[in-house]
Protein backbone atom coordinates (compact mmCIF):
# COMPACT_ATOMS: atom_id res chain seq x y z
CA UNK A 1 0.00 0.00 0.00
CA UNK A 2 1.48 3.22 -0.97
CA UNK A 3 1.71 6.26 1.36
CA UNK A 4 -0.52 8.25 -0.54
CA UNK A 5 -3.33 5.22 -0.48
CA UNK A 6 -2.37 5.24 3.39
CA UNK A 7 -3.00 8.84 3.50
CA UNK A 8 -6.24 9.35 1.84
CA UNK A 9 -8.01 6.57 3.61
CA UNK A 10 -7.50 8.25 7.10
CA UNK A 11 -8.84 11.35 5.50
CA UNK A 12 -11.87 9.52 4.03
CA UNK A 13 -12.21 7.91 7.69
CA UNK A 14 -11.75 11.15 9.70
CA UNK A 15 -13.69 13.33 7.33
CA UNK A 16 -16.83 10.90 7.50
CA UNK A 17 -16.61 10.64 11.32
CA UNK A 18 -16.99 14.34 11.38
CA UNK A 19 -19.53 15.18 8.53
CA UNK A 20 -21.30 11.62 7.91
CA UNK A 21 -24.49 12.10 8.31
CA UNK A 22 -24.70 15.60 7.74
CA UNK A 23 -27.79 17.31 6.38
CA UNK A 24 -29.08 20.78 7.57
CA UNK A 25 -31.59 22.67 7.00
CA UNK A 26 -32.45 26.12 6.40
CA UNK A 27 -34.90 26.92 10.04
CA UNK A 28 -32.70 24.76 12.13
CA UNK A 29 -30.64 21.47 12.48
CA UNK A 30 -31.79 18.27 11.70
CA UNK A 31 -29.30 15.44 12.00
CA UNK A 32 -30.10 12.43 9.92
CA UNK A 33 -26.67 10.32 11.85
CA UNK A 34 -28.22 7.09 12.27
CA UNK A 35 -31.54 7.86 10.58
CA UNK A 36 -31.93 7.34 6.88
CA UNK A 37 -34.03 10.55 6.43
CA UNK A 38 -35.16 13.86 8.57
CA UNK A 39 -38.45 11.97 8.88
CA UNK A 40 -38.39 9.03 11.58
CA UNK A 41 -40.28 6.62 13.71
CA UNK A 42 -44.07 6.36 13.24
CA UNK A 43 -47.67 7.63 13.79
CA UNK A 44 -50.82 5.77 14.73
CA UNK A 45 -53.64 8.19 15.09
CA UNK A 46 -52.62 11.44 17.09
CA UNK A 47 -50.07 9.57 18.80
CA UNK A 48 -46.19 9.49 17.31
CA UNK A 49 -43.03 7.88 18.13
CA UNK A 50 -39.87 8.63 18.11
CA UNK A 51 -40.64 11.68 15.71
CA UNK A 52 -38.07 13.91 14.76
CA UNK A 53 -37.88 16.49 17.69
CA UNK A 54 -37.71 19.46 15.58
CA UNK A 55 -41.17 18.25 14.03
CA UNK A 56 -43.68 21.58 15.03
CA UNK A 57 -47.15 20.26 16.42
CA UNK A 58 -50.70 21.05 17.01
CA UNK A 59 -52.77 20.61 19.49
CA UNK A 60 -55.61 19.65 17.80
CA UNK A 61 -55.71 18.91 13.72
CA UNK A 62 -57.11 21.61 11.39
CA UNK A 63 -59.21 20.03 9.01
CA UNK A 64 -58.36 16.89 6.42
CA UNK A 65 -55.82 16.69 4.04
CA UNK A 66 -55.10 15.33 0.61
CA UNK A 67 -51.45 14.94 -0.07
CA UNK A 68 -50.15 15.41 -3.86
CA UNK A 69 -47.61 12.07 -4.46
CA UNK A 70 -46.00 13.89 -7.06
CA UNK A 71 -46.09 11.41 -9.88
CA UNK A 72 -47.61 13.73 -12.45
CA UNK A 73 -45.24 16.75 -11.38
CA UNK A 74 -42.18 17.46 -14.28
CA UNK A 75 -39.87 17.08 -11.25
CA UNK A 76 -40.61 13.62 -10.60
CA UNK A 77 -38.94 12.17 -13.23
CA UNK A 78 -35.21 13.82 -13.07
CA UNK A 79 -35.16 13.98 -9.53
CA UNK A 80 -35.76 10.06 -9.00
CA UNK A 81 -33.21 9.08 -11.67
CA UNK A 82 -30.30 11.85 -10.23
CA UNK A 83 -31.33 10.65 -6.21
CA UNK A 84 -32.94 6.75 -6.66
CA UNK A 85 -35.39 8.05 -4.64
CA UNK A 86 -38.53 6.56 -5.58
CA UNK A 87 -41.10 8.63 -3.47
CA UNK A 88 -41.26 11.84 -1.19
CA UNK A 89 -45.05 11.72 -0.09
CA UNK A 90 -44.98 8.74 2.65
CA UNK A 91 -42.80 10.98 4.40
CA UNK A 92 -44.48 13.82 4.27
CA UNK A 93 -47.25 12.02 5.30
CA UNK A 94 -45.61 10.81 8.55
CA UNK A 95 -44.72 14.21 9.31
CA UNK A 96 -48.00 15.86 8.73
CA UNK A 97 -49.22 12.95 10.43
CA UNK A 98 -47.16 13.00 13.26
CA UNK A 99 -47.91 16.50 14.25
CA UNK A 100 -51.22 15.99 14.45
CA UNK A 101 -51.91 18.69 12.45
CA UNK A 102 -53.87 17.30 9.83
CA UNK A 103 -55.71 14.04 9.26
CA UNK A 104 -54.76 12.47 6.34
CA UNK A 105 -56.91 11.22 3.84
CA UNK A 106 -56.04 8.19 0.44
CA UNK A 107 -56.82 11.28 -1.87
CA UNK A 108 -53.92 12.50 -3.62
CA UNK A 109 -52.19 9.32 -4.26
CA UNK A 110 -53.50 7.97 -6.98
CA UNK A 111 -52.32 4.25 -6.71
CA UNK A 112 -53.76 4.64 -3.06
CA UNK A 113 -56.93 5.67 -4.42
CA UNK A 114 -57.40 3.48 -7.41
CA UNK A 115 -56.46 0.28 -4.75
CA UNK A 116 -58.97 1.36 -2.44
CA UNK A 117 -62.27 2.23 -4.98
CA UNK A 118 -61.36 -1.06 -5.79
CA UNK A 119 -61.45 -2.68 -2.52
CA UNK A 120 -64.70 -1.05 -1.88
CA UNK A 121 -66.14 -1.68 -5.08
CA UNK A 122 -65.37 -5.28 -4.69
CA UNK A 123 -66.65 -5.35 -0.93
CA UNK A 124 -69.88 -3.47 -1.88
CA UNK A 125 -71.17 -5.19 -5.25
CA UNK A 126 -69.76 -9.02 -5.12
CA UNK A 127 -71.80 -10.25 -2.50
CA UNK A 128 -69.57 -12.51 -0.93
CA UNK A 129 -69.18 -10.17 2.06
CA UNK A 130 -70.90 -10.77 5.74
CA UNK A 131 -74.38 -8.24 6.09
CA UNK A 132 -73.52 -5.47 8.60
CA UNK A 133 -70.08 -4.84 7.01
CA UNK A 134 -71.23 -1.48 6.23
CA UNK A 135 -70.33 -0.83 3.06
CA UNK A 136 -72.85 1.14 1.73
CA UNK A 137 -71.99 4.76 0.11
CA UNK A 138 -70.96 7.52 2.51
CA UNK A 139 -68.51 5.51 4.64
CA UNK A 140 -65.30 7.78 2.91
CA UNK A 141 -64.07 11.26 4.42
CA UNK A 142 -63.54 14.08 2.29
CA UNK A 143 -60.54 16.44 2.33
CA UNK A 144 -60.85 19.81 3.52
CA UNK A 145 -57.13 20.68 2.10
CA UNK A 146 -54.82 19.91 -0.58
CA UNK A 147 -51.04 19.64 0.18
CA UNK A 148 -49.13 19.92 -3.14
CA UNK A 149 -45.15 19.32 -3.31
CA UNK A 150 -42.80 20.88 -5.26
CA UNK A 151 -38.73 20.78 -5.86
CA UNK A 152 -37.45 24.39 -6.79
CA UNK A 153 -33.99 23.47 -6.46
CA UNK A 154 -32.10 19.65 -6.46
CA UNK A 155 -28.66 18.57 -6.88
CA UNK A 156 -27.42 22.25 -6.64
CA UNK A 157 -23.15 21.40 -5.82
CA UNK A 158 -22.12 24.30 -3.26
CA UNK A 159 -18.21 23.23 -3.31
CA UNK A 160 -17.98 24.59 0.28
CA UNK A 161 -16.65 21.43 2.01
CA UNK A 162 -14.37 20.31 -0.89
CA UNK A 163 -12.27 23.03 -0.13
CA UNK A 164 -12.48 23.22 3.59
CA UNK A 165 -11.19 19.63 3.33
CA UNK A 166 -8.53 20.63 1.19
CA UNK A 167 -7.37 23.03 2.85
CA UNK A 168 -7.18 20.99 6.47
CA UNK A 169 -5.26 17.82 5.21
CA UNK A 170 -2.95 20.02 2.18
CA UNK A 171 -2.52 18.29 -0.76
CA UNK A 172 -3.75 14.96 0.29
CA UNK A 173 -6.71 16.36 1.08
CA UNK A 174 -7.32 18.14 -1.88
CA UNK A 175 -7.41 15.09 -3.68
CA UNK A 176 -10.64 13.83 -1.38
CA UNK A 177 -11.85 16.77 -1.05
CA UNK A 178 -12.03 17.57 -4.85
CA UNK A 179 -14.53 14.97 -4.57
CA UNK A 180 -16.95 16.09 -2.41
CA UNK A 181 -19.45 18.34 -2.39
CA UNK A 182 -22.15 20.31 -0.99
CA UNK A 183 -25.64 19.78 -2.09
CA UNK A 184 -28.36 21.94 -2.08
CA UNK A 185 -32.37 21.36 -2.19
CA UNK A 186 -35.14 24.42 -2.23
CA UNK A 187 -38.17 23.03 -2.00
CA UNK A 188 -42.29 24.82 -1.77
CA UNK A 189 -45.67 23.21 -0.07
CA UNK A 190 -48.58 24.84 -1.10
CA UNK A 191 -51.83 24.04 0.80
CA UNK A 192 -55.51 24.61 -0.77
CA UNK A 193 -58.88 24.40 0.32
CA UNK A 194 -60.84 22.04 -1.64
CA UNK A 195 -63.90 23.42 -1.72
CA UNK A 196 -63.02 27.43 -2.55
CA UNK A 197 -59.97 26.65 -4.57
CA UNK A 198 -58.34 29.66 -2.52
CA UNK A 199 -54.70 29.28 -1.86
CA UNK A 200 -54.51 28.72 2.47
CA UNK A 201 -50.73 28.49 2.44
CA UNK A 202 -47.37 28.44 0.81
CA UNK A 203 -44.23 27.31 2.61
CA UNK A 204 -40.45 27.01 1.50
CA UNK A 205 -37.54 24.57 3.14
CA UNK A 206 -34.26 24.29 2.35
CA UNK A 207 -31.38 22.15 3.12
CA UNK A 208 -28.07 20.83 2.39
CA UNK A 209 -26.04 17.59 2.22
CA UNK A 210 -22.58 15.88 2.04
CA UNK A 211 -21.51 13.94 -1.57
CA UNK A 212 -18.67 11.98 -0.98
CA UNK A 213 -19.29 11.35 -4.70
CA UNK A 214 -16.34 10.02 -6.77
CA UNK A 215 -13.89 9.99 -3.40
CA UNK A 216 -14.88 6.81 -2.68
CA UNK A 217 -13.09 5.33 -6.18
CA UNK A 218 -9.68 5.19 -5.06
CA UNK A 219 -10.19 4.10 -1.50
CA UNK A 220 -10.67 0.53 -1.13
CA UNK A 221 -12.72 -1.59 0.85
CA UNK A 222 -12.34 -0.22 4.34
CA UNK A 223 -12.58 3.13 3.81
CA UNK A 224 -15.65 3.22 0.89
CA UNK A 225 -17.36 1.00 3.59
CA UNK A 226 -16.70 3.77 6.06
CA UNK A 227 -18.44 6.26 3.94
CA UNK A 228 -20.72 4.39 1.82
CA UNK A 229 -23.65 4.47 4.10
CA UNK A 230 -24.36 8.27 3.44
CA UNK A 231 -23.30 8.73 0.66
CA UNK A 232 -25.80 6.65 -1.20
CA UNK A 233 -28.35 9.51 -1.37
CA UNK A 234 -27.35 12.17 0.07
CA UNK A 235 -29.54 14.92 -2.27
CA UNK A 236 -32.37 12.58 -1.55
CA UNK A 237 -31.93 12.64 2.20
CA UNK A 238 -31.64 16.58 1.88
CA UNK A 239 -34.77 17.12 0.16
CA UNK A 240 -36.32 15.49 2.70
CA UNK A 241 -34.75 17.34 5.16
CA UNK A 242 -35.93 20.67 3.28
CA UNK A 243 -39.52 18.67 2.72
CA UNK A 244 -39.48 18.93 6.61
CA UNK A 245 -37.97 22.40 6.79
CA UNK A 246 -41.21 23.86 4.75
CA UNK A 247 -43.58 21.97 6.56
CA UNK A 248 -42.38 23.66 10.14
CA UNK A 249 -42.61 26.71 8.53
CA UNK A 250 -46.16 26.41 7.52
CA UNK A 251 -47.38 25.05 10.89
CA UNK A 252 -45.92 28.08 12.43
CA UNK A 253 -47.59 30.46 9.61
CA UNK A 254 -50.89 28.52 10.25
CA UNK A 255 -50.99 28.98 14.10
CA UNK A 256 -51.59 32.65 13.22
CA UNK A 257 -53.94 32.22 10.45
CA UNK A 258 -56.43 34.87 9.60
CA UNK A 259 -58.19 34.87 6.54
CA UNK A 260 -57.73 37.13 3.52
CA UNK A 261 -60.54 39.06 3.03
CA UNK A 262 -61.95 41.06 0.23
CA UNK A 263 -64.41 43.67 0.31
CA UNK A 264 -67.77 42.57 -1.63
CA UNK A 265 -66.74 38.99 -1.71
CA UNK A 266 -63.83 36.58 -2.72
CA UNK A 267 -64.76 36.29 -7.05
CA UNK A 268 -66.91 39.34 -7.07
CA UNK A 269 -64.67 41.35 -8.97
CA UNK A 270 -62.12 42.86 -7.01
CA UNK A 271 -60.83 45.82 -5.85
CA UNK A 272 -58.44 46.77 -9.18
CA UNK A 273 -61.01 47.62 -11.21
CA UNK A 274 -60.13 48.38 -14.76
CA UNK A 275 -61.10 50.96 -17.14
CA UNK A 276 -64.31 50.61 -19.92
Known amino acids: MSKTTSALRWVAIATSLTLAGCVTPGGGTISTGTAPTAATGAAGGA ?82 FRAGSKQQKGQRVAADYYMEPSIIIDNDATGQLAAGVGGLFGGVGALVGGAMQSKASVVTLSMFDIRSGVQISISEGNATATNFGAALGGLGGGAAAGLGGFSRSPEGKATVAAFMDAYNNMVVSLRNYKAQEVKGGLGRGGQLKVGK
Open 47 to 128: SSVNANPTLERCDAPLGTLAVDDGRNKEWYASFGAATKITTIEPLIRLAVQQSNCFVITSVGNNRTESKLSAITDKQRNSGE
